[in-house]
């Protein structure tokens, strides 16, 4: 699943806008980082629901 | 034979105390008390077996790290839903604390994880990095502010490590019932109290030592009592949301079995 998702977030650029988007930003995004928070936002909100 | 005696007293009082005043398990409270010393303990020998996994667990950007990032999170989510439950029972000083509180806490977690710079590979612009101590987009690292933060870290390190053993002295005290929500149960002192140690190696000795001690670098093992800090932090304010929740009258009444046992 994380596999899928890392593909589909790394996803060459498709569109103009994107590429405008993009364009001439320092944006990289770090897929491994990205898992991370991800991983790490889902399981504080999981503890905060469930912890009770 | 005194000490290990008073010792194994504190201990039984760690475990009372989660019973009476936090509805937790006395045996799950004593083992939480000895973990961070366990966890501090695997760590050392897993940095002295096999580097290259501790390093996995404890650089930067990995595990631990993330770990404090969810605990800030959990600490500020949980923190401003405790502020609005004191503040609909009337409690507005501690009411206002909390909603405080997980606004600062909001700001810790971004401080972190640095505002997502890592994540979205954002260099750090010229003039941020000539301020900052680890050319970072962030606040507390900052020079200057840096200092302050870790003081304030450290602050609050040595009175979650000090506060519930003060209040469990001073149990009959009326002036400590308003203060209840505030201090944090005996058996998380240990987890402040290993990140207070940590964050003073760090903050006092390292500096006098050139950062090591031997061939340890004391910088390495900085994200471990960071996480214990954090995690202390966050379970504190989701036991204290869970006692309110339970409605067990007011906040500062149903924690008076804090000390009802032998001291």
């Not at chain 2, 003060?166 to 987890?191: G, N």
């Not at chain 2, 990140?195 to 500096?207: D, E, H, K, Q, S």
């Not at chain 2, 214990?228 to 924690?255: E, F, K, P, W, Y």
């Amino acid at each position: 699943v994380f596999g899928a998702v890392a593909r589909w977030i790394g996803r060459p650029a498709r569109s103009k806008e994107r590429d405008q988007l993009l364009q001439g930003s320092d944006v990289d995004i770090n897929i491994v980082q990205l898992m991370l928070f991800i991983i790490a936002v889902f399981a504080a909100v999981f503890i905060v629901v469930r912890f009770r | 034979m005194a000490l290990a005696h008073r010792a194994s007293l504190l201990v039984g009082d760690v475990g009372e105390e989660a019973m009476g005043a936090w509805q937790v398990d006395g045996r799950r409270a004593r083992r939480l008390f000895f973990l961070p010393f366990i966890g501090a303990f695997c760590l050392v020998v897993l940095w002295a077996i096999h580097q290259p996994a501790y390093m996995l667990i404890a650089r930067e950007d990995s595990i631990l790290e993330w770990l404090q990032f969810s605990c800030f999170l959990i600490a500020s989510i949980v923190g401003f839903q405790v502020g609005r439950r004191l503040l609909k029972r009337g409690e507005l000083p501690l009411g206002l604390f909390f909603l405080a509180f997980g606004l600062a806490f909001l700001f810790v977690a971004g401080e972190e994880i640095t505002w997502g710079q890592r994540i979205l590979g954002l260099e750090t612009p010229a003039d941020i990095a000539a301020r900052n101590v680890q050319d970072e987009i962030n606040i507390h690292n900052l020079s200057g502010i840096r200092a302050l933060f870790q003081a304030g870290m450290i602050l609050l390190a040595l009175y979650g490590a000090i506060a519930p053993w003060v209040a469990r002295a001073r149990s009959d005290d009326p002036r400590l019932d308003s203060l209840r929500p505030l201090i944090p149960p005996l058996f998380l002192t240990a987890s402040f109290l290993v990140a207070f140690a940590g964050m003073f190696l760090y903050t006092v000795i390292a500096p006098l030592v050139d950062q090591s001690i031997g061939d340890i670098t004391i910088l390495k093992f900085s994200e471990y009592w960071e996480a214990c800090l954090a995690a202390a932090i966050a379970a504190h304010v989701l036991l204290t949301r869970r006692v309110i929740d339970m409605g067990r009258g007011s906040t500062v009444n149903q924690r008076s079995g804090l000390g009802a046992g032998p001291q």
